[in-house]
Structure formats: C-alpha cells, structure tokens
C-alpha cells in the first residue's frame, strides 16, 4: 500500500483480518504484526488507529458485541409468529459465522475484555450474554402466548441455548456449516425446550 493512501474503512478492514487469524490460529497467537501483515498494510497503521493491542482487540469485541445486540434485540418482535425454534435460530443466522466464532473464542480466552464491553454497552451484552439476555426474554413472550409449555423455565431455556451456540462456536472447524449445525442441535433438544408445535 503506497504511504498516503487512505484505506477506507481501516478498522473494519483490521477486524475482519484478526477474525480470520483468530479462527484460523486461535487468539492466543493473534499479535499486532499478524494482523497487519495479513492486512497487507504497514505494522504502524495498526497503532496509528488503536492505542495498542488490548486497545485493538477491545474495540473489535465491541464492535462485535454491538452486531450481535441488535440482531438478537429483533427476537422480540418474533413472537407469536414463525416457529420458536426456527425463529431463535433465524436470529443467530443474520450475524456471520465467522462473527460468532472468533468473538466467541476471543472473549472465552479473554474474560477481561467483558468488562470493557460492559463498561460501553451496559451489563448483559459482551459476547452471547445479549442472546442468553433476548432469548429468555423471548421464551417469556411466547410462554404467556401459549407457544412454549407453562412448565418450561425461560431462563434455562436461553442458557441451553447459548450453551449449544457457545460449544459449536468453539469447536467449529469452519464457519460454512456453523449455523446449520446450531439449527439441527436446537432443533434435536426442542422438545427438552418443551416448545408446542404450531397448529396446523
């Protein structure tokens, strides 16, 4: 990249590249070098946008954390509608995969950046804690609307949830079949959710 030559959307540019090292290598190997030099741009353009590497990795937590907000905020409007299972699993499918696995991994190797996230965006919301947040809040919704049994806990619910995501998260070899294997697990365990079918 010739010196002067403004990038647009660097930042962008630079999470997208340690979301595919921290996939590809795990995020304890993710450095300010590997990013750049995977990034193709000079090492210093790195700190010429972030203070340093915990810096870095906080913004992207955040950034991230902000995807997965507000696409887990629209499981409110879902319900009455769709079917539970597939409307919980909808809401997962409209962040990418290669999004839920590094976040994932990168806030499980690095708890510290939760409370940075929070700091920001408030209790509940690093990582998978805003779906666990929206999902017991949907399984709640539905309850009151006849669709999920008046025995079920909505708040185990969501934790199960999560958990399935959380666990194929981590140990997701590629992102090309992540979400269709959240889909068919959440899908298995539905009657353990002791979600009602939808009449006919």
Aim: neutral net charge.
């Amino acid at each position: 990249m010739p010196r002067g030559v403004a990038i647009p959307e660097i930042r962008q540019q630079l999470f997208a590249v340690a979301e595919r090292l921290i996939v590809r290598d795990g995020p304890g190997k993710l450095s300010g070098r590997a990013v750049t030099s995977a990034a193709g741009v000079a090492t210093g353009l790195l700190y010429a946008h972030f203070t340093d590497l915990d810096g870095f990795l906080a913004d992207y937590a955040l950034d991230r954390a902000f995807v997965v907000s507000a696409r887990a905020a629209t499981l409110a409007e879902r319900a009455g509608s769709g079917e539970v299972v597939a409307n919980l699993c909808d809401v997962m499918a409209a962040v990418p995969p290669i999004t839920v696995m590094a976040s994932t991994r990168l806030l499980v190797a690095r708890p510290d950046l939760v409370d940075r996230v929070r700091a920001v965006l408030g209790d509940r919301t690093a990582g998978l804690e805003a779906v666990e947040s929206a999902a017991a809040a949907y399984f709640f919704a539905e309850q009151r609307l006849g669709r999920v049994a008046a025995s079920a806990e909505p708040e185990l619910l969501a934790q199960a949830f999560v958990g399935v995501v959380q666990h194929i998260a981590l140990t997701a070899k590629t992102g090309s079949d992540l979400h269709q294997r959240i889909r068919q697990t959440v899908t298995a365990l539905s009657g353990g959710f002791a979600v009602i079918a939808p009449q006919r």
